[in-house]
């Protein structure tokens, strides 16, 4: 069973920076598509950022020139830099990885961005 856990969630002030990690338990490069959704209250889940197997990334309007998705194969960790940081960014943040009809996911970690 594919395994996802993320850490790196934490509570910050407006503008800070943070970085969330995502280590899966199986080879990252098996994956059509690994990537970022949160999930704030009220709101539905929304996708953040993605990569496919060919480094190709995907981002949501919002987050555009402040948060850079990464991987690293070696570590199995796919990385989600997060910068200058907004209120509107607070949400569960989830690992996601996509095997062709399969979607895996981790249980999240919390982002809180202070004002």
């Known amino acids: 069973q594919v395994q996802l856990v993320e850490s790196g969630g934490d509570l910050v002030q407006v503008g800070e920076s943070l970085r969330l990690s995502c280590v899966a338990s199986?080879?990252?490069?098996?994956?059509?598509?690994m990537g970022w959704y949160r999930k704030a209250p009220g709101n539905e889940r929304e996708l953040v950022a993605d990569?496919?197997?060919?480094?190709?990334?995907n981002y949501l309007d919002s987050v555009k020139g402040r948060f850079t998705i990464s991987r690293d194969g070696a570590q199995k960790t796919v990385y989600l830099q997060m910068n200058n940081l907004k209120p509107e960014d607070t949400a569960v943040y989830y690992c996601?990885?996509?095997?062709?009809?399969?979607?895996?996911w981790g249980k999240g970690t919390l982002v809180t961005v202070s004002s």
């Open positions: 996601n990885a996509k095997l062709w009809a399969v979607e895996y």
């Open positions: 199986e080879n990252i490069f098996m994956f059509n598509v």
């Open positions: 990569i496919n197997v060919g480094g190709i990334t």
